[in-house]
């Protein structure tokens, strides 16, 4: 067997598995911004992917887990902003303790509503394009998207123009590097953190509910394998833009894509899985010299404090 | 001890103390809400956890990987690093013991642990040079590195059991290591082993070290204020490096005890998440090496606990999980809870 390097199939498992990792970085960006650090987003991923497949379940609305999923990031965005900015606690500390609270709530709820520890019943998932393929080049590409990567696309450019090209993007972007001169200038500092966190969490809920109503119809324990972190890696490497956080999502998936492809080769499958994340870690190993985050990105921002 | 040192040590524990309160309450709530009576629900977790010597055993059983877990957290910790990749450094020395323990024979018990226990620490030193060296060369943040690291360590583990080491039964094992490489059983038939004992004296030796030598006062200067430690003459991206290397060979015994101890091999994918947890567990022991003993059998107990009380309840027993990872929201919000405490007590101002 061969391995193949570029096909449409592969073209569209990229941009499948990338939908959730760039939905995530965006939200990363969103959190980074303004200066949070937030390594909670894997967790946000699963509560997001969990509240979407009961949503969809219980309404038979796969929208409606779409929605209960933003809402439940954004909570959950909330509690990471009010230890970060209102307790002003470890970003890290806080962001592993939603991680395991997301993964213990979530198991504990499966077991309470459905007496099954490792996954809900089938769900309604998203629907996906149809009919496309007869539109040149693009069509058997665009063939089976699902409408939720679509959204994602438009949230990837509308945020673009939002930090670049208005002045509350401006302002936002000037709290991440220097908090203390925005408040100087009247800007209201922790208005903009909670705002931006609460947003950038809600995006990961989104990416969560890809996860289990947009690839798949079910959510299973711990579905996330990782994937926030991996979408931290690509906000990192996409220097915290959106666009950025799109292009390294996209590759960090075809990586994915790819090594999914290659599995049933001669290569044992379990080596094969260990190639996205070594292609990660060199990425990043060659990249963070050069790329330099939001200034005050992870520092608590304390204005009795600071001289 | 002196009013002012107990009155220091008063202040150190008493956020732990709340955290592990203001859990409890809501976790009584959850009860409430599933219709079941919280009072009953907890008592049953206790007698479940503390009632007799056999459930003791269990408890400090279930305390021992995270007494590792929180050692090895802790001395990352206090060198400024955050170590989220216990787990992975714990899975190869989980299998490094095992490797040893069914590759050598007929030598005597006591050496064939110390060869696994030291090839399991081996391993897990030599995992955490990767992240160490990103680190301090290259800046990627270990909490990235580590991730990742662990699930590298998923899969290799996984490629030995299924591939190399493979022993035919219903889950993915290795073969069984001899019985000279078993850790003894303390209170059979209960699986809790000396293994708990290595972990209190390692608790005592990182305690020592860390308030007691040079190089643990350097490994704190580093971690609370590297460029105040550069002008004190400290080479601080050294400390760094020594402390994640120490950290993860820390991480390389807490598996070298499941596998030694518990399951006498390897078995793939066998942690319920001892390495994130174990992060829990330092925290509310507020990273000292003393704090996680009471803080690991704390959690030990949270989780036989909830066992025990999911057979008289109709309360799920990931209660307990629930309670570790709430515990640990309000740990996160400690410093909230200092200023407060400190102007309540005081009546003034923050």
Request: glycine share 10%.
């Amino acid at each position: 067997m061969m391995v193949t390097f570029l096909s449409v199939s592969i073209i569209q498992a990229t941009i499948s598995i990338a939908t959730p990792l760039f939905m995530g970085a965006l939200g990363g960006v969103f959190n980074e911004r303004v200066g949070i650090v937030n390594v909670g987003l894997d967790g946000i991923m699963l509560s997001g992917a969990f509240t979407a497949a009961i949503t969809s379940y219980y309404t038979q609305s796969a929208w409606m887990g779409v929605l209960a999923a933003l809402i439940v990031g954004g909570l959950l965005g909330l509690l990471h902003a009010a230890i970060c900015v209102g307790f002003k606690a470890d970003h890290v500390v806080s962001g592993v303790a939603i991680n395991i609270l997301a993964s213990s709530v979530t198991v504990f709820l499966l077991q309470l509503l459905f007496h099954n520890k490792g996954q809900s019943p089938f769900a309604p998932k998203i629907g996906q394009l149809s009919n496309a393929g007869s539109i040149p080049i693009l069509g058997p590409i665009l063939n089976n998207m699902s409408y939720l990567t679509i959204v994602g696309l438009a949230l990837i450019v509308i945020s673009h123009f939002f930090l670049y090209h208005t002045k509350m993007g401006l302002r936002l972007r000037s709290v991440g590097e220097n908090p203390y001169a925005a408040q100087s200038l009247g800007i209201p500092v922790r208005k903009y953190m909670y705002l931006s966190v609460i947003a950038g969490c809600a995006l990961a809920g989104l990416a969560g509910s890809f996860l289990s109503i947009g690839m798949l119809n079910i959510f299973t324990k711990n579905m996330t394998a990782g994937r926030g972190y991996i979408a931290l890696a690509a906000m990192i490497l996409g220097r915290w833009t959106p666009f950025g956080a799109l292009g390294a999502s996209l590759f960090f998936g075809y990586v994915l894509a790819w090594q999914m492809n290659a599995q049933g080769l001669t290569i044992p499958a379990q080596l094969v899985e260990i190639i996205p994340y070594i292609t990660i870690l060199l990425v990043l190993a060659f990249v963070s010299k050069r790329v330099r985050g939001p200034a005050h990105d992870g520092k608590i921002f304390a204005p009795s404090e600071h001289q | 001890m002196n009013i002012s040192r107990l009155k220091f040590f008063l202040w150190q524990v008493l956020p732990s103390i709340l955290a592990v309160l203001c859990a409890l309450l809501i976790g009584a709530v959850i009860i409430l809400a599933i219709g079941e009576n919280p009072l009953q629900a907890y008592a049953a977790m206790f007698q479940g956890a503390f009632g007799d010597p056999s459930s003791w055993a269990e408890t400090l059983q279930r305390a021992t990987p995270y007494i590792f877990g929180g050692l090895a957290f802790l001395i990352a910790a206090r060198a400024g690093l955050f170590n989220i990749g216990i787990e992975g450094q714990m899975y190869v020395g989980a299998i490094a013991a095992a490797i040893v323990g069914f590759s050598l024979h007929h030598i005597p018990s006591f050496l064939h642990v110390t060869l696994a226990l030291i090839a399991a620490a081996f391993a897990g030193y030599v995992w955490s040079i990767v992240p160490a060296l990103l680190k301090v060369k290259s800046g990627v943040h270990e909490v990235i590195s580590t991730i990742m690291l662990n699930y590298v360590a998923y899969a290799l583990t996984a490629y030995l059991t299924v591939r190399v080491f493979h022993e035919p039964g219903a889950v993915a094992q290795t073969y069984k290591v001899d019985s000279s490489a078993i850790l003894p059983a303390l209170m059979s038939p209960n699986k809790l082993n000396a293994g708990f004992l290595l972990a209190l004296l390692l608790a005592i030796a990182i305690y020592v070290f860390l308030f007691h030598t040079p190089w643990g006062y350097n490994l704190r200067v580093t971690g609370i204020n590297p460029s105040a430690g550069l002008y004190a003459g400290i080479k601080s991206t050294r400390v760094v490096v020594w402390a994640m290397l120490m950290s993860g060979a820390i991480g390389g015994l807490m598996g070298a005890e499941r596998t030694l101890g518990i399951y006498g091999r390897f078995i793939n994918s066998f942690s319920p998440g001892y390495g994130f947890t174990a992060i829990a567990v330092a925290l509310l022991g507020q990273n000292h090496p003393l704090g996680i003993i009471p803080a690991a059998i704390l959690f030990g107990a949270l989780e036989n606990g909830a066992s025990a009380m999911s057979f008289q309840v109709n309360v799920p027993r990931e209660l307990g999980l629930i309670l570790e990872a709430l515990i640990i929201v309000f740990i996160a919000a400690e410093h909230f809870f200092r200023v407060h405490l400190r102007s309540m007590i005081k009546g003034d101002k923050e």
